[in-house]
């Protein structure tokens, strides 16, 4: 017995080994300092030296002062696929890259994949969580509820019942009166309006129904949209319909 105990130790020690050496070997040292030369020459302009977010053209161009270049070094994002408060995946990092901010940062699909991946392991650095945290990937159960007139009109109603009017307006359009009020900061004490939900060509965190899904999910941390995770787990398909909703409202469907 007391053998079976020490070579069942030694398999999961010797996998735990396995998986370390595994994982160190997807980053190296080089593609770190690889990304570090992408950031000083592509980032570095808005997103600052030390990824604070104080790089220049915050202070110098005024279109680029709200939203504030995101901070790396608070371990604060916004598109994630994960639970509200946890740190993103490489690949939704990634992904911003890739497709850029809509109003606020250009896309970089210019840079090769290994580039963009490159200067993720980088940006990583600027934050030490993580190296320990493990982000929390939200759970999505059911499948997708294709856009129909039944969806949209549910939607319509749950709009109105979860109360997203009151920031993004009766009809979508930003002006809710919480919005009018100005009272909306983002965790900077910076000013910001709630989308118009009739232009998705303005949104950030993507503007297919599954992009909204997960917006009402994870929520943008650090900014007044919040997760709604706790009140669409077991009712997945309000998800789908409050989304079918919003992309109805630009015709799309
Ligand atoms: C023209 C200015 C500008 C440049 C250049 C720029 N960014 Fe950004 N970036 C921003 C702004 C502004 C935000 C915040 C947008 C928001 O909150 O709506 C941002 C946000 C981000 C985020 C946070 C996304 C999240 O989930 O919160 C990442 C990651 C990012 N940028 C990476 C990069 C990388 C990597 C580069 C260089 C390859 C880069 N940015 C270049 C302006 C810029
Ligand atoms: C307390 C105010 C508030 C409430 C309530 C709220 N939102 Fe938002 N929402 C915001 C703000 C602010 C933004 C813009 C965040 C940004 O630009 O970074 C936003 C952004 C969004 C976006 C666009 C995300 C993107 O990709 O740019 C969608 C979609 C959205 N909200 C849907 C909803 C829905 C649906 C509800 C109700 C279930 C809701 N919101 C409730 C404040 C709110």
């Known amino acids: ?23 160190a070997s997807e980053v190296t040292e080089h593609d770190i300092q690889q990304g570090k030369s992408i950031y000083e020459r592509s980032c570095l302009i808005c997103h600052g030296e030390s990824g604070k977010g104080d790089g220049p ?6 279109a680029f002062s709200a939203p504030r270049a995101r901070d790396f070094t608070v371990g604060n994002f916004k598109f994630r696929s994960t639970v509200s408060g946890s740190l993103p995946l490489d690949e939704d990092i990634f992904r911003t890259i890739t497709n850029g901010i809509p109003g606020t940062m250009p896309s970089f699909s210019g840079l090769s994949s290994e580039q ?12 030490g969580g993580f190296q320990e945290e493990i982000p929390e990937v939200i759970k999505l159960a059911g499948l997708p509820i294709l856009s129909a007139a039944e969806s949209v009109r549910r939607g319509k109603i749950l709009f109105q019942d979860m109360d997203c009017h009151s920031c993004h307006g009766r009809q979508g359009r930003g002006d809710g009166k919480v919005a009018l009020a100005g009272e909306l900061h983002d965790s900077r004490d910076l000013p910001i309006s709630p989308n118009d939900l009739t232009n998705p060509t303005g949104w950030k965190n993507g503007a297919t129904a599954s992009d909204v899904v997960r917006t009402l999910f994870t929520g943008l941390d650090g900014t007044p949209m919040p997760s709604y995770e706790s009140q669409l787990i077991g009712h997945e398909d309000d998800a789908w319909h409050l989304a079918n909703y919003l992309l109805s409202l630009s015709g799309q469907n």
């Open 1 to 23: 017995m007391k053998a079976f105990w020490k070579n069942l130790t030694m398999a999961f020690g010797l996998v735990l080994v396995l998986t370390s050496i595994v994982g």
């Open 57 to 62: 053209a915050a202070f110098y161009n005024a």
């Open 116 to 127: 963009r991946w490159q200067v993720v392991a980088y940006i990583k650095t600027f934050y």
